[in-house]
T-cell receptor
Framework: AQKVTQAQTEISVVEKEDVTLDCVYETRDTTYYLFWYKQPPSGELVFLIRRNSFDEQNEISGRYSWNFQKSTSSFNFTITASQVVDSAVYFCALSLRGSEKLVFGKGTKLTVNP | DTEVTQTPKHLVMGMTNKKSLKCEQHMGHRAMYWYKQKAKKPPELMFVYSYEKLSINESVPSRFSPECPNSSLLNLHLHALQPEDSALYLC?????????????FGPGTRLLVL
């Protein structure tokens, strides 16, 4: 069975702080895909990143960075110098080759205070 | 242009009403999805259409009836809903289902059943 765990239910930070959102996944498959989505209060799920299991390179996009470590089955997301606009619920998700299903974690609600 | 549109944005309906939710994408994607999301929960998959054919039905009650008139359109027909069906309904699309392409989500329809 596949599972995604986001242990942090809610995180509150002050603007300009760095914050890391944790994601731990479980699967016995060797080929899988990991995703992060952002859901602001408006409701739309915004795609942030997709990683396949064979690509362990970390990625940086502006203030966002992702750390993928197969050894610990983790795919953590760091926001540097957080801003109020980063306030949202962030979901980590997993999908397997041959499956059209996304397995979501329960989400982490991030609040960035001015 | 990664845009999925959904109408209406908000819908209030009685338990005896019949209504439809609409979803449209013009990205040439061949898979379309309906999700249901309750407050403070991750999205739950309801249906998947792959190449205009229903490929997944996650044991959704028959009061929800999906329809895919063509590769760009996806409808969700609602009939005799219950108050517990009140939720955010999200549509998503992806390019090529067997290849685990990224799912892109629309802004959702917030449904309230009275």
């Amino acid at each position: 069975a596949q599972k995604v765990t986001q242990a942090q239910t809610e995180i509150s930070v002050v603007e300009k702080e760095d914050v890391t959102l944790d994601c731990v996944y479980e699967t016995r498959d060797t080929t899988y895909y990991l995703f992060w989505y952002k859901q602001p209060p408006s409701g739309e799920l915004v795609f942030l990143i997709r990683r396949n299991s064979f690509d362990e390179q970390n990625e940086i996009s502006g203030r966002y960075s992702w750390n993928f470590q197969k050894s610990t089955s983790s795919f953590n997301f760091t926001i540097t110098a957080s801003q109020v606009v980063d306030s949202a619920v962030y979901f980590c998700a997993l999908s397997l080759r041959g499956s059209e299903k996304l397995v979501f974690g329960k989400g982490t609600k991030l609040t960035v205070n001015p | 242009d990664t845009e999925v549109t959904q109408t209406p944005k908000h819908l209030v309906m009685g338990m005896t009403n019949k209504k439809s939710l609409k979803c449209e994408q013009h990205m040439g994607h061949r898979a379309m999805y309906w999700y249901k999301q309750k407050a403070k929960k991750p999205p739950e998959l309801m249906f998947v259409y792959s190449y205009e054919k229903l490929s997944i039905n996650e044991s959704v009650p028959s009061r929800f009836s999906p329809e895919c008139p063509n590769s760009s359109l996806l409808n969700l027909h609602l009939h005799a809903l219950q108050p517990e069906d009140s939720a955010l309904y999200l549509c998503a699309s992806s390019q090529d289902p067997p290849r685990q392409e990224t799912q892109y989500f629309g802004p959702g329809t917030r449904l309230l059943v009275l």
